[in-house]
């Protein structure tokens, strides 16, 4: 009894609690935290995927879900996963409608993620961690000014996932969730022969994508490049229609 309660003090201070019954799913405690190595982060991206788009959680949902305190998925959620990593443009933070400000809920919504299985998520969110893979500065200030303009219809897509890939070579750093609308950007020293940078805008096209290049020189004007990339969706999406 006293080692029992022991114990539970320990979890307690880690920030982890027990989980409902009706989540384990006939698995012990035990079994359904190896899901997830017992991790908080990865407990958070198994929560996000198995159960968004499907329910839309907050955090205290995802806390059940994984068995971990509320503070603690906070702190792992808004100060881990959402400024670092992979992941971060890819959960979609929203407002419950008619609740007071602060009522927050969370979704994976891009759709590449969602279709991988969490085992392939689990290792391309741990390979991300080493490799940085995900959106650099420049690409996030863009999908940034992408969203302000267009929330939630563009998404970061530069990641070597097959399923991101077009025709069988490029990944597009940026892309329109509702069109076939493509956003790149371009370093002057990484993409510096215009004439591969010409074939690569062709090829999109003949794929029947719609693609703006932004290079790396106009990225500091950004009300001329907010400016740009408004027209050229707005015009694309004219022409779609």
């Given at each position: 009894?006293?080692?029992?309660?022991?114990?539970?003090?320990?979890?307690?201070?880690?920030?982890?609690?027990?989980?409902?019954?009706?989540?384990?799913?006939?698995?012990?405690?035990?079994?359904?935290?190896?899901?997830?190595?017992?991790?908080?982060?990865?407990?958070?991206?198994?929560?996000?995927?198995?159960?968004?788009?499907?329910?839309?959680?907050?955090?205290?949902?995802?806390?059940?879900?994984?068995?971990?305190?509320?503070?603690?998925?906070?702190?792992?959620?808004?100060?881990?996963?959402?400024?670092?990593?992979?992941?971060?443009?890819?959960?979609?933070?929203?407002?419950?409608?008619?609740?007071?400000?602060?009522?927050?809920?969370?979704?994976?919504?891009?759709?590449?993620?969602?279709?991988?299985?969490?085992?392939?998520?689990?290792?391309?969110?741990?390979?991300?961690?080493?490799?940085?893979?995900?959106?650099?500065?420049?690409?996030?200030?863009?999908?940034?000014?992408?969203?302000?303009?267009?929330?939630?219809?563009?998404?970061?897509?530069?990641?070597?996932?097959?399923?991101?890939?077009?025709?069988?070579?490029?990944?597009?750093?940026?892309?329109?969730?509702?069109?076939?609308?493509?956003?790149?950007?371009?370093?002057?020293?990484?993409?510096?022969?215009?004439?591969?940078?010409?074939?690569r805008v062709k090829f999109l096209e003949n794929c029947g994508y719609y693609v703006l290049m932004i290079w790396d020189y106009d990225e500091k004007?950004?009300?001329?490049?907010?400016?740009?990339?408004?027209?050229?969706?707005?015009?694309?999406?004219?022409?779609?229609?």
């Amino acid at each position: 009894m006293v080692k029992n309660l022991k114990n539970q003090r320990e979890r307690l201070s880690r920030g982890e609690r027990p989980i409902p019954s009706s989540f384990l799913g006939g698995l012990s405690e035990e079994e359904h935290r190896k899901i997830y190595d017992n991790n908080c982060k990865l407990g958070i991206i198994y929560a996000l995927h198995k159960y968004s788009p499907k329910q839309i959680l907050c955090m205290n949902d995802i806390g059940e879900r994984i068995g971990w305190k509320r503070c603690t998925v906070k702190n792992n959620l808004l100060n881990g996963l959402l400024k670092n990593g992979i992941l971060k443009t890819s959960i979609k933070k929203g407002t419950y409608p008619g609740t007071k400000k602060g009522s927050v809920y969370f979704s994976l919504n891009n759709p590449a993620f969602s279709e991988l299985t969490f085992e392939e998520l689990k290792r391309l969110y741990q390979n991300s961690a080493i490799t940085n893979i995900g959106p650099n500065k420049s690409e996030a200030a863009i999908l940034k000014l992408c969203l302000e303009l267009y929330p939630d219809k563009f998404r970061f897509n530069g990641t070597r996932i097959s399923k991101n890939r077009v025709g069988d070579r490029y990944y597009p750093d940026i892309v329109c969730t509702d069109y076939p609308i493509i956003i790149e950007h371009c370093g002057s020293w990484v993409h510096c022969d215009l004439e591969k940078e010409k074939q690569r805008v062709k090829f999109l096209e003949n794929c029947g994508y719609y693609v703006l290049m932004i290079w790396d020189y106009d990225e500091k004007r950004r009300n001329i490049i907010k400016r740009q990339i408004k027209e050229f969706v707005d015009n694309a999406i004219q022409n779609i229609q």
